[in-house]
């Protein structure tokens, strides 16, 4: 499908999707300009979008692959692409590749994680397949035994090893500890988490010849974002232009920026996709242009959507929910969501208000709430009820369990504070749903 005029992309949407019927229902009938149109509603956008009683969708779903956009089990999130528009998406991102440093005849195993509806090992595979140069694909997945990933690494002598900065951590890890090194692999192809600083050194020692680079920057619900730019920052991507439009907007007034170097939160159109439209999404990641004319932009972390732990994705919303869930008689009055980074690990802590206070400290940021002796951590119940709240999470989302488990992020941490001790946007007084205090410079 051809990349369509905005002005027949929203006229076809306000025709068949009850829910961008509603949202622009107060606009002219002739708009033409995405700054005419307003931001997606988060929230509202994942409440029209369901498997049934769908009100977002353009039309029936009778011809389409599904893909889960994260979410916890009791609210999952999907999204839904024709078989033209994931060709036409898995097409584009493969170009995209040549850009990030594929060449013809690279053989590329592909450690992304499949099974559940999850996307990403099919997205690259896929890609692969449709890239502009021939190449060999190895479809190993995240999922397989380390020792058997190596040995098929090693038997087809890779040069390009594909998958989440943890899943390649974790098998740098194994051959360190194996005292094996793979020096024939040539570009580490990162992506669904950034790549910090102190997880270089590792990626080195197992893999001496190899460049880590961003394999590109795509969403299974926002679909394309930026591919990558070759150079020493790899967190630059350029837009997609023209199959889709990347805006950062001012964080306050929620006005486009066109300056370089200031930072604003993502939001994206596609003008190809018509089945699930993507109108002004927000994508839930900060960025800031380095290159306007050139379409070149820093990725800088999560916004105020959601967070992103080490490979593992959280909704700010589910989490409030949960929260509410497990505290029925509403004791928590304030609620955010802390990402820090140490011993070269992400984790959260989820900060809650109370007014009370706590009694006696509270539980210490990182401290395994699941297992921790909450009589000890205070006498006024705090500690019984961050027990119920990781509890909600472990079972809404037990992906954190796992990779906790694996040791790819840190425990659930709690801080207990008062209300005025939350977080403010100093400019406008507004509560913080996010403060991501990871190192990203």
Sequence with gaps: MPVQQLTDLIRFVRHNSHFYRDLYAGLPDDVDELTALPVVPHDAFWRANTPRRNSLLTGPLDEAV???SGGTTGAPKFSVYTREEWREFTSAFGAGLVAAGLRPGHRVADLFYAGELY?????VLD???RA????VRLPIGGGAPLASTVHTLEEFDVDVIAGTTTTLCGLADHLVREGRQLPGVQILFFGGEGLFEDQRPLLRKAFPHAQARSIGYAGVDSGLL???VPGADARIHRAFTPYTVVEILDEHTGEPLTREGVAGRVVVTDLRRRLMPIIRYPVGDRAEWTDVAQGHFRILG???????????S???????DLVRAADPTDRVIGVQLVVRRWDGRDGLALRLAVAEGPADGQPPTGRDIRTADVDELDSSGLGHLASAIAKEIDAARPMYATEVEAGHIHPLGVEWVRHDELSVNPRTGKLLRVIDERPHS
């Excluded at 996307?119 to 997205?123: G, K, P, Q, V």
């Excluded at 999560?302 to 593992?312: L, Q």
């Excluded at 959280?314 to 409030?320: F, P």
């Design 302 to 312: 999560r916004a105020e959507e959601g967070v992103r732990i080490g490979a593992m």
């Design 119 to 123: 996307a990403s090992f099919t997205f």
């Design 226 to 228: 930026g591919q990558a």
């Design 66 to 68: 599904v893909f889960k």
């Design 132 to 135: 502009p140069v021939g190449n």
């Design 127 to 129: 890609s692969l397949h």
């Design 314 to 320: 959280l909704y700010t919303q589910d989490v409030h």
